[in-house]
T-cell receptor
Framework: GESVGLHLPTLSVQEGDNSIINCAYS??????FIWYKQESGKGPQFIID?????DKRQGQRVTVLLNKTVKHLSLQIAATQPGDSAVYFC??????????????FGAGTRLAVHP | EAGVTQFPSHSVIEKGQTVTLRCDPI?????LYWYRRVMGKEIKFLLH????????ESGMPNNRFLAERTGGTYSTLKVQPAELEDSGVYFC????????????FGQGTRLTVV
């Protein structure tokens, strides 16, 4: 069935460096791909999304890249700060076959920012 | 504006007992979702309400799980009888529009079945 997975379970970076979190997906029919951030003791929080007909979208300090050829999604965080330490989940909407109204999550990557 | 709130934050019950989780969505959000994350696995969709109606319950694992949203406001998720494999974190989320990529999640209820 359709699935969204992650290449790396943990990522350690130095404060001030750029971070890149990667994700692979298998459902080409998804309309949107999304990144969520989950801090300890909290629920997932929306960061940014990208529509399937785009290949790049920028937000505040974050950029999401979508490569449909290899079914790869990435989240780039510029000038990583201690407050960015969290688990990051990629997700997709179900699309035509999976249902537009639910999110399909990957396993998560833990980002640890060191001073 | 208050966010999505879930009660309780933690629950420890014995196998075979019943537990009821509650979710209060953001006021005005017609769409309410339940998700869960069992140990070491992905966050999985359980079901979706639009107001008081179940729009999609394809993720409900079995008939031991019952979700309700009477009156279209808060929702409850009851597990009866609970099994060991039901342990995990149960998240509730709400959104203003159907199909929105931005769902607002509660802090979750950590359920431990012993």
């Amino acid at each position: 069935g359709e699935s969204v997975g992650l290449h790396l379970p943990t990522l350690s970076v130095q404060e001030g460096d750029n971070s890149i979190i990667n994700c692979a997906y298998s459902n080409s029919a998804s309309d949107y791909f999304i990144w969520y951030k989950q801090e300890s003791g909290k629920g997932p929080q929306f960061i940014i999304d990208i529509r399937s007909n785009m290949d790049k979208r920028q937000g505040q300090r974050v950029t999401v890249l979508l490569n449909k050829t290899v079914k790869h999604l990435s989240l780039q965080i510029a000038a990583t700060q201690p407050g960015d330490s969290a688990v990051y989940f990629c997700a997709e909407t179900g699309g035509l076959s999976g249902g537009y109204n639910k999110l399909i999550f990957g396993a998560g990557t833990r980002l640890a920012v060191h001073p | 504006e208050a966010g999505v709130t879930q009660f309780p934050s933690h629950s420890v019950i014995e196998k075979g007992q019943t537990v009821t989780l509650r979710c209060d969505p953001i006021s005005g959000h017609d769409n309410l979702y339940w998700y869960r994350r069992v140990m070491g696995k992905e966050i999985k969709f359980l079901l979706h309400f639009v107001k008081e109606s179940k729009q999609d319950e394809s993720g409900m694992p079995n008939n031991r799980f019952l979700a309700e949203r009477t009156g279209g406001t808060y929702s409850t998720l009851k597990v009866q009888p609970a099994e060991l494999e039901d342990s995990g974190v149960y998240f509730c989320a709400s959104s203003l529009q159907q199909g929105s990529t931005e769902a607002f999640f509660g802090q979750g209820t950590r359920l431990t079945v012993v």
